[in-house]
């Protein structure tokens, strides 16, 4: 499988020095050269990159999750989470699924990658997860409180417009379908197959 590993709007130059290291992020520092010849400090993030994976059962459905986590508002979203330092994105994508919801499959598809932020060096890998099963509890980490659901094709596009709904990379996708028939039928047979 390839994976498409995205550019960064802004790349974090060599010379960058780490003047930060936290949980989630460190901070990144240099001097960059302005037009007329002067230099100001730039800085810059780094995360951990991420995984989301939309995971369709043998039937049809769509695994989503309620989730709740300290000080965040209770949300829905696909499985997915940080891929672990060393760990191979398409294993991280596996790993989270099984984790979160407590399914695994042998049908990963890559869709999409892409670095949402420009001043933060942190990239997001979306897959499909087809044909689904359960083989597990669920793994949470102690900051976890999470609920499996799955639901029907149209049920996930009512999910994918609610502003609870947190994976917004794929609105766009979501929207256009609604207004276009063909890209409907597009979405709907990269999610569920022909």
């Known amino acids: 499988m390839t994976i498409i590993h995205p550019q960064s709007q802004q790349p974090l130059p060599d010379h960058a020095e780490k003047v930060f290291s936290g949980e989630i992020f460190d901070v990144y520092q240099w001097q960059q050269e302005m037009y ?7 800085e810059k993030l780094k995360r951990a990159d991420t995984v989301v994976i939309f995971a369709v059962t043998n039937d049809g459905r769509i695994v989503l999750t309620r989730q709740e986590q300290p000080g965040k508002q209770p949300f829905i979203a696909a499985a997915g989470g940080r891929v672990d330092p060393g760990e191979d994105i398409l294993d991280a994508a596996k790993r989270e699924l099984l984790e979160e919801t407590g ?8 869709w999409r990658s892409f670095q949402p932020i420009g001043k933060i060096e942190w990239s997001i ?3 499909i997860a087809r044909n689904v099963t359960r083989v597990q509890n669920q793994e949470l980490d102690a900051g976890e409180k999470i609920d499996v659901m799955e639901v029907t094709f149209d049920e996930f596009l009512t999910y994918a417009m609610d502003p609870e709904f947190i994976d917004k990379e794929i609105y766009r996708d979501v929207v256009e379908a609604t207004i276009d028939e063909q890209k409907m ?7 569920l197959g022909s």
């Open 125 to 127: 890998y979306f897959f």
């Open 36 to 42: 007329d010849g002067s230099f100001v400090t730039f």
């Open 103 to 110: 399914y695994t499959s042998n049908d990963f598809q890559f």
């Open 185 to 191: 039928q597009e979405l709907k047979t990269f999610f």
